[in-house]
């Protein structure tokens, strides 16, 4: 049964920092990506990385701030936030692919169940 369980989420003040986890079970993907759907918004692209090789692409509004990382041992993909904003509250969501066709929600089959981010003022 392949499978993608998130962990890591919760409260946390402005300018601190949590780390998202991933982890895959019953298949390995080529492209794991992180979206983010705050209350009233449309589901969003913050991070991606490719399995093999490791590249790496982030949303502007997150460069510099969040790091994507992958364990190859345990197949699982981290979600680094640091300076986290008011704005980065959102329900955070690992989706997977076995062929990259973009960043997209619609590009991906495979969906974990999400986690909250909550970052207080």
């Known amino acids: 049964q392949v499978q993608l369980v998130e962990s890591g989420g919760g409260l946390v003040q402005a300018g601190g920092s949590l780390r998202l986890s991933c982890a895959a079970s019953?298949?390995?993907?080529?492209?794991y990506t992180w979206f983010r759907q705050a209350p009233g918004k449309e589901r969003e692209f913050v991070a991606a990385?490719?399995?093999?090789?490791?590249?790496?692409y982030y949303a502007d509004s997150v460069k510099g701030r969040f790091t994507i990382s992958r364990e190859i041992a345990k197949n699982t993909v981290y979600l680094q936030m640091n300076s986290l904003k008011s704005e980065d509250t959102a329900v955070y969501s690992c989706?997977?692919?076995?062929?990259?066709?973009?960043?997209?929600?619609?590009?991906?089959?495979?969906w974990g169940q999400g986690t909250q981010v909550t970052v207080s003022s």
């Open positions: 989706a997977a692919t076995t062929a990259l066709r973009g960043y997209r929600p619609m590009d991906y089959d495979y």
């Open positions: 019953g298949r390995t993907f080529s492209v």
């Open positions: 990385i490719h399995w093999s090789g490791g590249s790496t």
